[in-house]
């Protein structure tokens, strides 16, 4: 193989197996069913069959096919304990490798970026990958001046490779619903098709791991290795040791996976207030625990860009369901954001209860996260009977890599099997926590009068959660949401 399997008649084939075989085990269920037998242990066997097909052929895959795997590996925690545990070892596979390149392959993208004296870059180079992923590989090598680096190369014909992908995936989205029942595919789809476009430009990431690097430097519990030399195609970055997450989940102590899992917390809710950056790809493979007890942070091709902080109607609701207030006042502004649509009438009440499990977590001073919780949220999530109120929301485009970052956070957290006091970490970068804010009669139009003196914004009242005069207080970074466009660029 000399680089992705690109033509589309192959790749095309390839995919086509999946809805075939879809539909081969559904007709066989229908016959067990009228043979008798249950239809929960029906369906069971049908979703088992359907995620080791899925898995199997998205990784022989790579690129955009790849990256969906790599995404839905998240969910393994969700996974009931009797189908969870065959597919442990290849979920850690999607997450940690694919099949690599020849050395001649990547011999031919280095000259073509870095020009045919590329081996006077390097003092050493070794041409067997350290590490191989969706739509590149990484090699092991020490720079000219003596530094030890990790230099990632993209997969020639990857571009090609993601467009014919996600063409297919979008046509067969309803498969993946066997495994996430509930879970409209094609935004998500269009979402991850926008994302791993920009995972394609390197200098880009670069920027933003740059952009990570400088505000964590000096950090002592989050590492990010600075870059060295970026090109379309090739990122030259820091070498970094660590133990793999997948590692850590796997074998790991009780101490080191709440110190992983506490961390992972931080770096997420920290980053958009120190970076004004969201690192929109935390699945185990992208993170190492340093033997200094830092977490190490990798891959950095996949952001949301977020210069305002986290949108503080977040902060908003979870207050008022900590406080079982009236989440009718919040309303209005989730019909503004986009999570309730025009005409849609939802029970705020029945809101309210679909919403307190979610924020169990923050709610007490410490929590432990579980795979038998996460499975439980996950069928109460996606429940498709009429009374599930979460069928009414809508999720708006601008928001679905945040909710991606939460869905896979919560997702490793459960995988770790951590505790710790995460209510703390989560509160001190959430902006918008405290008691809704009231607009000034006198102009409906500012969300934040700083003379009311009622005004839970007021850079005066004692109570205010985020006060903007306040240069280490992070909800100063953001006062208000804004309609925004996720991609980058």
């Known amino acids: 193989m000399s680089d992705l399997p690109r033509r589309a008649v192959t790749r095309t084939a390839k995919l086509a197996t999946l809805p075939a075989g879809l539909a081969g085990r559904t007709v066989l269920g229908i016959g067990k069913r009228v043979g008798g037998r249950p239809a929960e242990i029906v369906a069971q066997e049908i979703q088992q069959r359907t995620a080791e097909q899925i898995f199997r052929v998205l990784g022989e895959l790579k690129g955009g096919a790849l990256k969906l795997g790599q995404a ?4 393994e925690a969700a996974l009931p304990p009797e189908l969870a545990g065959p597919y442990r070892a290849t979920l850690t596979r999607l997450q940690e490798s694919a099949p690599p390149l020849p050395a001649q392959t990547v011999h031919k993208v280095l000259v073509a970026d870095l020009g045919e004296d590329w081996r006077d870059r390097f003092a050493e180079f070794d041409d067997r990958p350290a590490a191989a992923a969706s739509i590149g ?68 990431e670069a920027a933003a791991q740059d952009a990570f690097a400088a505000a964590f430097a000096g950090d002592p519990d989050i590492f990010v290795p600075p870059t060295v030399e970026a090109t379309d195609r090739v990122l030259v970055s820091e070498w970094m ?85 009236d ?58 009977r009429g009374a599930n109120v979460g069928r009414q929301l809508n999720l708006p485009p601008s928001y679905l890599l945040i909710h991606r970052v939460s869905t896979a956070g919560i997702g490793v957290l459960c995988q770790l099997e951590a505790s710790g006091e995460f209510r703390a970490e989560v509160l001190r970068w959430m902006p918008g926590y405290g008691p809704p804010r009231t607009s000034d009669p006198a102009d409906p139009t500012d969300p934040a009068d700083p003379t009311d003196p009622a005004d839970p914004t007021d850079p005066a009242d004692p109570t205010d959660p985020a006060d903007p005069t306040d240069p280490a207080d992070p909800g100063a970074r953001s006062t208000r949401a804004r309609p925004r466009d996720v991609r980058a660029g």
């Open 72 to 75: 839905l590996s998240i969910f």
């Open 241 to 325: 040791d660590g133990t793999p997450l997948a590692k850590i989940i796997a074998e790991g102590t009780k101490e080191q996976r709440d110190r992983v899992g506490l961390l992972l917390v931080r770096l997420l809710f920290s980053s958009p207030a120190r970076v004004g950056l969201l690192h929109a790809d935390p699945h185990p493979g992208n993170f190492r625990l340093l033997d200094d007890g830092r977490l190490g942070v990798l891959d950095f091709g996949a952001v949301d860009r977020l210069p305002d902080g986290l949108p503080p109607l977040f902060g908003q609701l979870l207050y008022l369901v900590h406080t079982d207030g």
């Open 327 to 384: 989440i009718s006042v919040a309303e209005t502004e989730m019909r503004e954001h986009g999570f309730l649509r025009p005409g849609v009438e939802v029970d705020m009440a029945a809101l309210q209860g679909f919403l307190a499990p979610l924020a169990d977590p923050s709610r007490q001073d410490s929590f432990t996260f579980s795979r038998e919780w996460m499975r439980g949220e996950a069928s109460r999530v996606t429940d498709w």
């Open 137 to 204: 590989q990484v090699h092991r090598a020490v720079w000219h001046d003596g530094r030890q680096v990790a230099v990632k190369i993209q997969y020639p014909g990857a571009g090609k490779a993601l467009i014919s992908d996600f063409a297919q995936l979008s046509r067969i989205g309803r498969l993946f619903g066997v495994l996430m029942p509930g879970l409209e595919m094609k935004p998500l789809l269009d979402e991850l098709r926008a994302r791993v476009a920009e995972e394609l430009d390197y200098r880009m």
